[in-house]
Nanobody, 115 residues
C-alpha cells in the first residue's frame, strides 16, 4: 500500500520559514519523480516544485528564489524548504509521487502565513 505522509506545516509570520517533509512508503522511492503542489481556499491546486529521480529540479515562478526542493532516498523523504514566506503562500501543501503512468498523493499539510 502506497502512503505519502506530509508534515512540517503550521502557522508562521510573513518573512518566516518552514520545512515540509513527505515520507513515502510502499514504493521504490528512488525511481519516482517527487513534487509539491498547493491549494489555497477557493483556488485550484497548483504546482510548486518538483525533483526527478536524477535530482533535477523545477520551480513555479512564485517559488523561485524562496523555496528549495530536495530528496533523501535513504529516508524515502522529499523536503520543501520555504523561506521568505508571504501571506499568499497560505495553502494546503500536497506531496506527489509519479513514475510512468502512476501518480500518488498525500493528504496534505496546512501552511498559514499570517501576522
Amino acid at each position: 500500500q502506497v502512503q505519502l505522509v506530509e508534515s512540517g506545516g503550521g502557522l508562521v509570520q510573513p518573512g518566516g520559514s518552514l520545512r515540509l517533509s513527505c515520507e513515502a512508503s510502499g514504493i521504490i522511492f528512488s525511481i519516482y519523480a517527487m513534487a509539491w503542489y498547493r491549494q489555497a481556499p477557493g483556488k485550484q491546486r497548483e504546482f510548486v516544485a518538483s525533483i526527478t529521480s536524477g535530482e533535477s529540479t523545477n520551480y513555479a515562478n512564485s517559488a523561485k528564489g524562496r523555496f528549495t526542493i530536495s530528496r533523501d532516498n535513504a529516508r524515502n523523504t522529499v523536503y520543501l524548504q520555504m523561506n521568505s514566506l508571504k501571506p499568499e503562500d497560505t495553502a494546503v501543501y500536497y506531496c506527489n509521487a509519479r513514475v510512468g503512468g502512476g501518480s500518488y498523493w498525500g493528504q496534505g499539510t496546512q501552511v498559514t502565513v499570517s501576522s
